[in-house]
């Protein structure tokens, strides 16, 4: 064998290991390429799937606050209208307090040796007031008493809406 025919040989092994590398290359890459496009479809899934799961979570979330504020509408209309009830209340009577419509008054203990004081009976034989001896209030202690107890209803009012609102929040 020649030089040139030891040449042309090598160069053709050559030339062959080349084609087959390269072909070898070419159907490696073919394969990862798939893998790839594979990993990336399944990703894409899964990314879908999470978004999705959020999306209904923030929607659950949504609605649970919807149904919150609407609880708490629905008890606040309530607070508002017994509040109103008891100031309209209230200011009827102190109405009929000032017209003397109404007149207030309390029970005597007459067994309390220590009262030296002796206050007639408020009612007469015609009177429809049952139980013992009672004193008429002054018109103006009347109201101080009547406005004392507004306050208080407004206070009991206030303390129910309150814990209805910790009740609905803490629900």
């Not at 087959?20 to 479809?41: H, I, M, N, P, S």
């Not at 017994?82 to 102190?94: I, K």
């Not at 000032?98 to 009177?127: I, N």
């Amino acid at each position: 064998m020649s030089a040139a025919a030891l040449k042309l040989a090598v160069a053709g092994v050559l030339a062959l290991l080349l084609i087959t590398a390269g072909g070898v290359w070419k159907v490696q890459d073919w394969r990862y390429g798939k893998y790839l496009a594979e990993q990336a479809g399944l990703h894409k899934d899964d990314l879908t799937a999470i978004s999705n799961a959020a999306a209904d979570q923030v929607r659950s979330e949504q609605e649970k606050r919807l149904a919150l504020e609407q609880r708490l509408s629905a008890s606040e209309q309530t607070h508002y209208k017994e509040l109103s009830d008891a100031q309209t209340n209230q200011a009827r009577l102190r109405d009929r307090l000032a017209t003397s419509d109404l007149r207030l008054s309390v029970l005597l203990d007459a067994t309390d040796s220590a009262s030296s004081c002796s206050v007639p009976a408020g009612t007469s034989t015609g009177g429809v007031v049952h139980g013992g001896a009672r004193a008429r209030l002054d018109p103006a202690h009347a109201q101080r008493i009547i406005g004392i107890t507004d306050v208080g209803d407004q206070g009991l009012i206030a303390l129910a809406a309150c814990q209805a609102y910790v009740r609905e929040v803490s629900r």
